[in-house]
């Protein structure tokens, strides 16, 4: 049976856009993170974003923002951070809460760490 371009494309959006959410959810679960880990999630998304561009004509990629921004906050220093929490709320607070305490966790004192977290729950209070 042969799928209409129209069809075909909406399907291809949704699969790459369900995948990139995916992948931040999977970075979102990281219980551990050097720099070398940092570096290896960039190169596993662009080999992804490679093979997909091969697979289908859909650009821009969907989503694909949404992931190579998740992957940069993990370089974020303690100060760009909270500003980062406070631009970035499209990001759930499980994903938010994991980038303070892997990135930063080892890098900062109790005290900022808790900081940080207080600002996710101040985001996340209204949702409630």
């Known amino acids: 049976v042969r799928i209409p371009l129209p069809v075909s494309n909406i399907l291809w959006e949704h699969c790459i856009r369900l995948a990139n959410r995916t992948l931040v959810e999977g970075y979102a679960n990281v219980k551990k993170c050097s720099n070398e880990g940092r570096a ?4 596993d998304f ?6 997909l561009e091969k697979l289908t ?3 821009p990629i969907p989503d694909k923002e949404f992931v190579e921004t998740y992957i940069k906050a993990y370089y974020l220093t303690e100060n760009d951070m909270e500003c980062w929490i406070k631009e970035h709320r499209e990001y759930s607070t ?13 890098y900062i ?5 808790q900081k940080l977290l207080a600002t996710i729950d101040d ?3 209204p949702k409630r």
Do not use: P
């Open 40 to 43: 290896l999630m960039q190169l």
């Open 46 to 51: 662009q080999q992804f974003l490679m093979k």
């Open 109 to 113: 004192n109790k005290k900022a760490r």
């Open 57 to 59: 004509d859909i650009r």
């Open 123 to 125: 985001i996340d209070r």
């Open 94 to 106: 499980k994903q938010l809460t994991n980038l303070v305490n892997i990135c930063l966790g080892t």
